[in-house]
Antibody
Framework: EVQLVESGGGLVKPGGSLRLSCAAS????????MNWVRQAPGKGLEWVSS????????YYADSVKGRFTISRDNAKNSLYLQMNSLRAEDTAVYYC?????????????WGQGTMVTVSS | EIVLTQSPGTLSLSPGERATLSCRAS???????LAWYQQKPGQAPRLLIY???SRATGIPDRFSGSGSGTDFTLTISRLEPEDFAVYYC??????????FGPGTKVDIK
């Protein structure tokens, strides 16, 4: 079964750090670009970051640039998001999502999400 | 920067009715990179349509997508009880790399 499972969320104080992980299974992880998308409570979806299959191309939303770092370990079938200098507005459910890469790109597989709460 | 606008914000319909959801982009979007997602409370989004008009695997044929340039439409031909949810359009590849619309909530009238 094709699956993505996020972990690492929790409660952190403003200015703190957190590292999210996304474990992939059921597909050749190293062949796909991967993404992080977040959703603040009661709000819409916001793209956070993308990383290509070999980590050659990395992109960030302006809202997290300079604070968050996306990475992957293809040997471990895992995607990561290192979040530093966290702010209250970073509070959200964080989803990892696979990019189809079929030429008509979309996010075809999503994890169940992990909640990050930034509060003192 | 491409901004996606969805209308209406909320659509109140009855089961069996037709739903027409609009997504408008501030600049032209390649049809190859326009997608639609469905999200139910407490669940992750689910891909419905990619490439503006292609149904994702397992998506019923009552869902269809159309449009080009700056105007795109998601149509649900006959609403089933499980279709009441929030729907998001998304563009991929233009700065910023990915943009989602604010969503349209389809609720039961």
């Amino acid at each position: 079964e094709v699956q993505l499972v996020e972990s690492g969320g929790g409660l952190v104080k403003p200015g703190g750090s957190l590292r999210l992980s996304c474990a992939a299974s059921g597909f050749t992880f190293s062949s796909y670009s991967m993404n992080w998308v977040r959703q603040a409570p009661g709000k819409g979806l916001e793209w956070v970051s993308s990383i290509s299959s070999s980590s050659s191309y990395i992109y960030y939303a302006d809202s997290v640039k300079g604070r968050f770092t996306i990475s992957r370990d293809n040997a471990k079938n895992s995607l990561y998001l290192q979040m530093n200098s966290l702010r209250a507005e970073d509070t959200a459910v964080y989803y990892c999502a696979r990019l189809t890469g079929s030429g008509s790109d979309a996010f075809d597989i999503w994890g169940q999400g992990t909640m990050v709460t930034v509060s003192s | 920067e491409i901004v996606l606008t969805q209308s209406p914000g909320t659509l109140s319909l009855s089961p069996g009715e037709r739903a027409t959801l609009s997504c408008r982009a501030s600049q032209s979007v390649s049809s190859s990179y326009l997608a639609w997602y469905q999200q139910k409370p407490g669940q992750a989004p689910r891909l419905l349509i990619y490439g503006a008009s292609s149904r994702a695997t397992g998506i019923p044929d009552r869902f269809s997508g159309s449009g080009s340039g700056t105007d795109f439409t998601l149509t649900i031909s006959r609403l089933e009880p499980e279709d009441f949810a929030v729907y998001y359009c998304q563009q991929y590849g233009s700065s910023p790399m990915v943009t989602f619309g604010p969503g349209t909530k389809v609720d039961i009238k």
